[in-house]
């Protein structure tokens, strides 16, 4: 019988074992897309203890502690923080065949080197081993990345954000390269005309430029895109629910838009029309600097208004949608593709029934210019566990090419979310090293090692260019 994460974790072969700790257990990090705040690197955050660092934000966890049956208070509530831990501690039990109870014991084996299941009845001795590593300087954000042997950090930014603590990063000369990623949502969520206004408004006063119609609206953009591209910024990031591919005229959307910049609702159709017209503007100014857009698309969110009003977005009340993709998708990158501006192209599914859509939309679109350069994303939120992996990379095995992809990304606010790059290696090696061993491919370790190596690392280093 296997022991619960020992060195061989999740590596069922003789040849899925030497994979990994030959070819890619040492490699470096590149985590391209996260929701890490820069401020936290800027300022080499010490964190008080590991509710702080841990518990703060994960809303995977905190709904496995609400299904568990815990309480708000002890969730996002008014309970102290070791009462927080407690509660947590005593939900993973719980949790066995959850990837959290695997990313739980990953997080305390690396960095703090713990070992111990977690429980009620160690929950203390943890605590307290953990918050007097938290304490010393080795534990600071910075040192958490050096650690963990990250090369680059992607962040995730809005055109208004003024990218401040990317400069004072680069500015102290750390040698982990952190750079923003342009994150435009809300420059083309018009639902709301007094939300969006408000922003506007913030996008005006940074990119100092009056936003009256929509040629200002783009100027204004255009003015934040060229400033991010100054500070290294080489992706962007759409989180959507579906696709934008409406027809519209030039004379729709500036009239749509001036009637939204009035303060004014606009119909579905109009909204629609406005949405399409802004992400293939997105799609086009990413192609001129040769910048990756990535999409992540199919999440229902905010599905529980009551506790959206109490808490807020991002708090774990979203799930998998069920819509339709393929048309609009392929409307919008064909519209890119067919006046030569789709660029390097990342797309990430969440609902798992839609993996073979997504996999055969890529070849539609290679054009031969970038080895893989229309990409199927790593398993994403709740498909970034061993089966959503696996599934994700037997449809890009069946209908693609593995041995070109971009490999894994944390899409995480924890600096302790390194660990999900292991987790990820540990699955492809698994993947490839069962096929080895059953004859599905050749015995052959400098050719599957290769591959390893190219999807853990180099595929990535290579497609961006950092």
């Not at 955050?45 to 660092?53: G, L, R």
């Not at 005006?204 to 009256?212: C, F, H, L, Q, Y």
Request: hydrophobic share 40%.
């Amino acid at each position: 019988m296997k022991q619960f994460l020992d060195d061989n974790f999740l590596l069922q072969t003789p040849s899925a074992e030497r994979l990994y700790h030959e070819y890619a257990a040492d490699l470096p990090i590149i985590d391209y897309h996260c929701h890490i705040p820069p401020q936290e690197i800027a300022d080499d955050k010490q964190f008080a203890n590991m509710t702080a660092i841990w518990l703060a934000g994960d809303h995977y966890k905190w709904r496995g502690m609400r299904t568990n049956g815990i309480n708000e208070k002890y969730v996002t509530g008014d309970a102290s923080d070791w009462e927080k831990f407690e509660k947590w501690a005593e939900t993973v039990p719980y949790t066995l065949r959850n990837p959290l109870y695997h990313w739980t014991h990953l997080e305390l084996k690396k960095p703090f080197g713990i070992t111990d299941i977690l429980n009620k009845e160690t929950a203390k001795s943890v605590w307290e081993r953990c918050n007097e590593m938290l304490a010393t300087p080795e534990f600071s954000c910075r040192n958490l990345i050096r650690k963990a042997n990250v090369e680059v950090i992607c962040t995730t930014d809005d055109p208004a954000d003024t990218l401040e603590w990317h400069k004072k990063i680069k500015d102290d000369g750390f040698e982990v390269k952190v750079l923003p990623s342009w994150r435009p949502d809300k420059a083309m969520m018009a639902d709301d005309p007094a939300t969006y206004n408000e922003y506007l408004d913030r996008l005006a006063a940074i990119s100092e430029v009056e936003i009256s119609d929509y040629a200002s609206l783009v100027k204004a953009l255009e003015k934040r895109h060229d400033f991010f591209n100054e500070m290294g910024c080489r992706l962007s990031d759409h989180g959507l629910e579906r696709f934008h591919a409406e027809e519209y005229t030039q004379e729709e959307v500036e009239a749509i838009f001036l009637k939204v910049r009035r303060g004014n609702a606009l119909t579905a159709v109009e909204l629609e029309k406005f949405k399409s017209a802004m992400l293939l503007l997105f799609g086009q100014m990413d192609h001129a600097k040769g910048w990756t857009q990535q999409f992540h698309v199919g999440a229902l969110r905010n599905n529980n208004t009551r506790m959206f009003n109490q808490l807020g977005p991002d708090t774990g009340f979203d799930s998998i949608a069920d819509e339709l993709v393929a048309s609009a998708m392929s409307k919008y990158l064909n519209r890119l593709a067919s006046t030569d501006q789709l660029t390097k192209t990342i797309l990430y599914n969440l609902n798992p029934a839609h993996n073979e859509v997504y996999a055969t939309m890529l070849g539609n679109f290679q054009d031969g210019s970038v080895a893989g350069k229309i990409q199927f994303g790593s398993g994403w939120w709740f498909l970034d566990q061993k089966d959503g992996m696996e599934k994700q990379m037997n449809a890009l095995s069946n209908l693609g090419l593995l041995s070109r992809f971009v490999g894994m990304l944390t899409d995480s606010r924890s600096f302790l979310s390194y660990s999900r790059h292991e987790y990820f290696r540990r699955i492809l090696c698994n993947l490839l090293g069962n096929d080895m061993e059953n004859g599905l491919i050749p015995a052959d370790f400098d050719l599957v090692g290769k591959m390893v190596q190219d999807i853990c690392y180099y595929n990535a280093k290579n497609y961006f260019n950092f």
